[in-house]
Each structure stands twice: as structure tokens, then as C-alpha cells.
């Protein structure tokens, strides 16, 4: 179906009406110029994808939802843990990881975390947009950010988690293919690593793989999106 693709956080059920947020308006109204009638697709994560029509006015539009397109599915991803980044390195990490399939974005404070606030909602939009764009159903979950082991310790026992590295380690895609059937989470370092201190309370605890990204230094959200990449690969080999 063509038309745009927009994340709206309402139900959807055939006969709603939705209304669009002010920037979501602009867009239909002012952008694509859209007129009454005019088709597109909604999603909330929720309750799969449907099919609407341009309602109201040019300065008050509402969406008509008419039918469901697609029923909701799982999409199951690796959920992302990193260290909070600066401004637009932070953006574009939740944009890219949504587009990866990443099923969750948790920040952890280290000790060398050097952001260690995050502005959630403007997350939120960042990975809507994305998720618009990529034809996905679901939305990452935006964890609050909270120390690394406190984060650790409360992780679902069944969660294998892949702490990257940078000093070496077993290759990533051999790991993760060894788990093939678990849930998974990726550990991505501060731009200053891991502390020694972090180093042994990971090393000891049961559930965490310590693996490798290969021999290149790379950037936090370099490393991060490299690894989602990887594991995309497996999942659609």
C-alpha cells in the first residue's frame, strides 16, 4: 500500500479516529500536502499496522483507521546496553538500532560514563521515526538509565549477555551462534572502556560472554551498531 507510515500512540481499531500530533499534522498537511481521502498507515507497536484516511481539516486533521494490514508479530531482537552518549552520536544510535532490530535500548552508568543523563522522550521519537521508516511493527523498549551492576544483576537469568571487548575475546558471531536460541543482550563500553573494576565483576558472573568485535578500535556507537549487524545477519541467514 502507498502512503506514508506513521507510529501514533493510540489504540487502532477499524472505525477510530486518531488524532495526529501537531509535528505528524504538519507534515501531512503542510509537507506532503495530503487532502481528504488521502491514505496512509498507522502502527503503535501494539496492535499491528492499518490502513487510514486524511480526515478534517487542513488545520485540524484526524486520521480515520479503516482496516488492518498487517496483524501484530513478534520481531525478537538482542537488546542494546550502552553508555549514554553525546547529543546526535545518542540519536543516531537509537535510530540505527531500531532499524537493526534491537528489542530493547538499556543505558548503563559506568564508571567512566561520561553523559550520564538522557533526554528518553526525544529516544522515543528517534526510534518511532526510524521504526516508520523501516517498515517495523515494534518499538524498542527505552530503559531508564541505572549503574552497570545494578543493571547486571536484575537482567532475567535466561538473558545471555555479549559484553564487547575491546581487549579481545571470542568472536562475536561465533558466540552468539552458539546461543542461538537465547535471549540476547549486547554490552557496549563508555568512549574510555571498561574500568579494571568492571572487568572482574563482569568476568565472574555467570550468563556474560566476553567477545570481539574484531581488532579495530572502534567508537561506542560504532561498536554497538557493528554488533547488531552481526547478530541481523545471523537472524536472516
Not at 487532502?35 to 486533521?61: I, K, M, Q, T, Y
Not at 538522557?118 to 549503574?147: H, V, Y
Not at 549477555?161 to 563500553?189: K, M, N, R, Y
Request: with cysteine.
Amino acid at each position: 500500500m502507498s502512503g506514508p507510515r506513521l507510529c501514533v500512540p493510540d489504540d487502532l481499531a477499524a472505525g477510530l479516529v486518531v488524532a495526529p500530533t501537531a509535528p505528524q499534522a504538519h507534515y501531512l498537511t503542510r509537507v506532503l500536502r495530503l487532502e481528504a481521502g488521502a491514505p496512509l498507515r498507522l502502527f503503535n507497536g501494539r496492535d499491528g499496522e492499518w490502513r487510514a484516511a486524511v480526515s478534517g481539516s487542513a488545520r485540524h486533521p484526524v486520521l480515520e483507521v479503516q482496516a488492518q494490514l498487517r496483524p501484530q508479530a513478534p520481531e525478537p531482537g538482542p537488546a542494546l546496553w550502552f553508555a549514554p552518549l553525546k547529543g546526535q552520536r545518542l540519536e543516531l544510535l537509537a535510530e540505527k538500532a531500531t532499524e537493526l532490530g534491537a528489542s530493547a535500548l538499556v543505558p548503563v552508568l559506568t564508571e567512566r560514563t561520561a553523559i550520564p543523563k538522557l533526554n528518553a522522550e526525544r529516544l522515543r521519537a528517534n526510534a518511532a521515526e526510524a521504526a516508520e521508516q523501516c517498515e517495523r511493527l515494534t518499538l524498542p523498549r527505552i530503559d531508564p538509565p541505572r549503574p552497570l551492576g545494578e543493571a547486571v544483576a536484575a537482567r532475567p537469568p535466561d538473558t545471555i549477555l555479549l559484553f564487547c571487548d575491546e581487549s579481545g575475546g571470542a568472536p562475536l558471531a561465533q558466540v552468539a551462534g552458539a546461543h542461538a536460541t537465547a535471549d540476547l543482550a549486547i554490552l557496549i563500553g563508555p568512549e574510555g572502556g571498561f574500568s579494571a573494576r568492571e572487568r572482574a565483576l563482569l568476568a565472574e558472573l555467570p550468563g556474560v560472554a566476553r567477545v570481539s568485535l574484531g581488532p579495530n578500535i572502534l567508537r561506542a556507537e560504532t561498536a554497538a551498531l557493528a554488533a547488531l549487524a552481526i547478530l541481523h545477519g545471523l537472524r536472516v541467514a
